[in-house]
C-alpha cells in the first residue's frame, strides 16, 4: 500500500520559489500540451510521440517524466467515463503536479533538517534544493515495519506530497460485520443503530451558501472535509472483519428524474470522499470493504422484505404493510448488512435474527 503526506515548504528561500514556480508554469504547459494531443489520437511513453510537441526549455527528462503524466491522465479520465456512463471533457492540470524519480529525489537532510528534495531546474546542472522538516504524521508511518520513503513527489508552489510505501496487511479473519449507510443528513449510520455526523447538513447548507471559488468557499471545503476525516474515525474498525457500503455511483443525478432543487441541495455532498476515507481506515484496520447494491436499501422493510416508496417519509421508515417503525437509515444499514452477508455466503442477520430471501446484488 502506497500513502502521500503532505508537507510544507516553510523553510525554502524566495529565490527557489520563484525557481520551482517557473519551473512547475512549464511543466504544466507541456503536459496540458501533450493531454490535448492524446486526446484526439492515441500515443505511446516513447521518443515519437514525445518529439509531437518540440519544447526546448525542458530537459529530456522533464518531457518523459510530463508525457507520463499525460498518457496516465488521459487513461483514467477515458476509464472513469467507461464506468460512470457520462461524457468526459477534455481534462486539465492546474495544481500540483507528480515529478518522478528522474527528476525528483528525496534525500537525508543535514542539521536541523530531515529531509532535502533535489528538483531538475531549467538549467542544467543547478538543481533546486527544498529543505524539509519532517512531521508527527510522517515520521508516525516511517516507523511502520517495511515502510520505506519512495523517491519523487507530487509538487505544488507551497508544499510537497511524499510517498510511503508500506507492507500489504493481511485482512483480518475473526469479527463482526456491519452494514454502513452514508448519508447527507446523518454522514453516517450502522446496522447496529449508531448515528454520526448529524451535522454534515449544516455543513453542506455552508458550502452551498460560499460563492463557488471564493476563499469562504475553500474554507468551507475544508471544514467539511476535516468534519468527515474526525467522524470516519469513529466506526469501530478494532471489532471488525467486514463492512458493506452502497455503489453509489450516479447517485447525485439519478436516471433523468431528478430535479433542479434536489440537485442543487445534493451538490456539496461528498459521497466519494467519505467511501475513500472509510476504505482507506479499513485498509488500515485489516477490514474488507463489501460494496453492494444501493437499490431499495433504504425502502425495503428489514422485517417483512416489502419494498415500496411510501414506506419511507423523510428520515422516518413505516412500513406500508407489517407497520415496522425505524430510522430510514438504519433500515438502509440494515439492508446494506443483509446483501453484505449475501455477497460473503450468509444469509443469517445477527441484527434481527432472522434469514434474508431474495437478495438481489
Not at 507528480?98 to 528538483?119: A, I, M, P, W
Request: with cysteine; glycine share 8%.
Amino acid at each position: 500500500m502506497n500513502l502521500s503526506l503532505k508537507v510544507g515548504f516553510r523553510f525554502v528561500t524566495a529565490t527557489k520559489l520563484r525557481r520551482l514556480s517557473a519551473l512547475l508554469s512549464r511543466v504544466r504547459s507541456l503536459t496540458n500540451k501533450y493531454i490535448a494531443r492524446l486526446w484526439l489520437e492515441p500515443g505511446r511513453l516513447d521518443k515519437e510521440t514525445m518529439d509531437w510537441i518540440p519544447c526546448q526549455e525542458l530537459s529530456y527528462r522533464h518531457r518523459s517524466n510530463c508525457l507520463k503524466v499525460a498518457l496516465e491522465t488521459v487513461s483514467s479520465t477515458r476509464k472513469a467515463s467507461r464506468e460512470t456512463g457520462k461524457p468526459a471533457s477534455l481534462p486539465v492540470i492546474r495544481g500540483a503536479i507528480r515529478l518522478s524519480s528522474l527528476v525528483c529525489k528525496v534525500e537525508r537532510g543535514k542539521g536541523v533538517f530531515d529531509y532535502v528534495l533535489k528538483v531538475s531546474g531549467l538549467s542544467s546542472g543547478n538543481p533546486i534544493v527544498i529543505p524539509i522538516r519532517s512531521h508527527k504524521r510522517l515520521n508516525h508511518w516511517l516507523t511502520k515495519p517495511g515502510a520505506e520513503l519512495l523517491q519523487g513527489a507530487t509538487l505544488s508552489e507551497n508544499h510537497a506530497c511524499l510517498w510511503i510505501k508500506t507492507i500489504d496487511i493481511e485482512p483480518r479473519t475473526s469479527g463482526d460485520v456491519i452494514g454502513v449507510d452514508v448519508g447527507a443528513c446523518k454522514l453516517m449510520s450502522d446496522s447496529d443503530g449508531n448515528h454520526y455526523g448529524r451535522e454534515m447538513r449544516e455543513l453542506m447548507a455552508v458550502v452551498r451558501r460560499r460563492v463557488h471559488g471564493s476563499k469562504g468557499h475553500q474554507r468551507a471545503r475544508q471544514a467539511r472535509k476535516r468534519f468527515i476525516n474526525r467522524t470516519t474515525k469513529q466506526l469501530p474498525y478494532e471489532r471488525l472483519t467486514v463492512i458493506g457500503l452502497e455503489d453509489l455511483r450516479g447517485i447525485k443525478t439519478g436516471k433523468g428524474n431528478r430535479g433542479k432543487r434536489f440537485r442543487k441541495w445534493i451538490a456539496p455532498w461528498v459521497v466519494r470522499q467519505v467511501h475513500h476515507r472509510i476504505e482507506f481506515l479499513a485498509k488500515l484496520n485489516r477490514v474488507q470493504i463489501v460494496s453492494v447494491n444501493a437499490r431499495g436499501t433504504s425502502r425495503r422493510c428489514p422485517v417483512c422484505e416489502t419494498e415500496a416508496k411510501d414506506s419511507r417519509k423523510g428520515e422516518h421508515f413505516d412500513c406500508v404493510a407489517c407497520h415496522h417503525q425505524q430510522d430510514a437509515d438504519s433500515v438502509g444499514a440494515i439492508n446494506i448488512l443483509a446483501r453484505t452477508l449475501a455477497v460473503l455466503g450468509s444469509v443469517s442477520s445477527p441484527n434481527l435474527k432472522k434469514t434474508y430471501r431474495n437478495v438481489s446484488v
